[in-house]
């Protein structure tokens, strides 16, 4: 049988959980993750850059494919988001590597 001192902290840790619960639901609520594909704002939003980075990367071929659809206008689709998260995350390794690559040689410049 539970004593009555540990009630006051059981209520808290369920408050707590539940406040958790409400958060994660707003957030999944309000993020409309269940969307087929994003308009550009939505893309960015939902990567957290501007527009104005968007149009940056694109210049750079390093945006997103992306496909129009009559009276949505421009959308990117999920494969799209993923090939493109694939391809930035390939491209930070690789800057990753090359810097390694330069630390490694000026090490062994100055070794020498």
Same mark, same amino acid.
């Given at each position: 049988?539970? =004593? ?11 408050? =707590? ?12 609520a ?17 990567h ?17 494919r992306?496909?129009? =659809?009559?009276?949505?206008? $421009? ?10 998260? $694939? ?17 490694? $040689? ?5 070794? $020498?």
């Amino acid at each position: 049988m539970r =004593t009555t001192k540990h009630l006051p902290d059981e209520f808290n840790e369920l408050k =707590t959980q539940l406040a958790a619960v409400i958060e994660a639901m707003t957030r999944v609520a309000n993020n409309k993750d269940d969307a087929a594909s994003f308009s550009i704002p939505e893309f960015c939003k939902r990567h957290r850059f501007s527009e104005a980075q968007y149009h940056k990367l694109k210049r750079e071929g390093r945006g997103p494919r992306v496909m129009t =659809t009559g009276s949505m206008g $421009v959308r990117i689709s999920r494969a799209a988001e993923a090939d493109w998260i $694939v391809e930035r995350e390939r491209e930070a390794e690789q800057r990753k590597a090359a810097r390694e690559a330069e630390s490694t $040689v000026g090490a062994e410049s100055t070794a $020498v």
